[in-house]
């Protein structure tokens, strides 16, 4: 597909997600819409749809065809949003803009940056549970593949998952001692890819896909998942802050080590694209129609944003 319809067809296809995203947003009233309105800014401050959009592929790929993928969509984007605005705080990144403007924290104050990323983390949770009304009560095969996407879902955004990875991150930050670059591929894996894998896996395990197939997708969301991370610490020292929404430099900054400190920019560069050919490569084993997935797996390896 010439880059020109790809890019056409990311727009479209984003604009429907956040369509769908949108109708599980909880209503701004109540004596808490605080919160919840900081919970709304957040989602909607305009993300790529990323992880939505590799999870309704992946679903669409291995041949699944009902609504139940919806409640799971919202829910991906929301843990993926908590993470960002948690990430943002104070006591984390201390960072005031992201995806073009304020962070949660800059505008609501600190204390409600935290219950927004709370409330938007217990909100995935509610929203992913709401795919149990869209399958066939008496599909008991359809409410186990409910059942265990849920399960992927939380494992992989928690302790041995992204919140793992994050621990890492922020304890080697502060040690005063070099990274290791085993270490900081954990951190990748676990911070950034975790998320990515759940977004593969879920797609695959709600669409039927066998067991072989979504331990290839788990292999691919890892690859993938490394690929990004490495290119988010490439796009911090060559980036644009306007393409990105964000000020570029500040892992140096704030002296972090990263895949471009550890080993060079113009390896992080080839790594990014090895990574993503890997995951290209997985996606070989799959029959039906996977081009556009192809495309955006390889579209990342020269992101700008
Ligand atoms: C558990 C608090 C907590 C944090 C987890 C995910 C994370 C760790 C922190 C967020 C910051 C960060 C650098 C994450 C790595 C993943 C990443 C590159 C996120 C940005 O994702 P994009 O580019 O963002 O998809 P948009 O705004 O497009 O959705």
Redesign the pocket.
Known sequence: METQKFNELLQKKAAELDEIIQTFLPAEEGLQKTVISAMNYSVL???????PMLMMETYRMCGGKGREIEPFLAAV?MI?????V??DLPA??NDSY??GRETTWKVYGETMGILA?DGLLNLAFETALKAFDRVDEGDAEAMKRVAEALKVLAGKAGAYG??G??TV?IESESRGEPVTEAELLFIHRC??AA?IQASLTVGAILAGAGAEQVKALEKCGEDLGIA??IQ?DILDVVGDSGEL?KPVGSDEENHKQTYVTLCGLERAKEDVERYSREAVALLGEFEADHSFLEQLFLSLIHRR?
């Open positions: 401050a305009g993300g790529k749809r990323l992880r984007e993926h949003t908590y993470s960002l948690h990430d984390m990144d992201r995806r990323g992204m919140i990875g994050q991150d911070k950034t998320l990004f991370q988010d929404g944003r």
